[in-house]
């Protein structure tokens, strides 16, 4: 494993164990997973017409995951912002863990993206 593998792994775990419990975070890789109930959605580029129209700001980057029918994990990245297009955010979450957003810089560094700051979303009322 290289030094950047295990630097990022201890982020990982580093950040979100300021929000959950040392039994809540599992460090060992993902084994049992099984492929044949996982659908995977990427579209790489939502919002090909606004792309074309030099609307960046309303591109998106989408991932989700279902297993078993339900969905389980979302990404949504913006890569450009109203007020400057080299910067964006990427948004992800579960049912079961909430919603986080990390700011995105197109100058940060490397040891810059790493130290970001993971920022929890509030739910809201849906009614």
Avoid: C
């Amino acid at each position: 494993m290289s030094a950047k593998h295990v630097f990022r792994k201890e982020w990982i775990q580093n950040t979100l164990s300021k929000t959950y419990g040392e039994n809540e975070i599992s460090v060992d890789p993902f084994e049992t997973f099984n492929t044949k109930d996982a659908v995977v959605w990427i579209d790489p580029l939502d919002g090909t017409s606004d792309f074309v129209k030099n609307n960046l700001p309303a591109v998106t980057v989408l991932i989700g995951l279902s297993i078993n029918g339900k969905s389980r994990l979302g990404i949504v990245h913006n890569p450009f912002s109203e007020d400057d297009k080299t910067v964006g955010k990427t948004i992800f979450g579960s049912g079961e863990f909430g919603a986080f957003k990390l700011a995105y810089d197109k100058n940060m560094s490397e040891d810059d993206l790493l130290a970001r700051n993971i920022e929890s979303i509030e739910p809201f009322d849906h009614e």
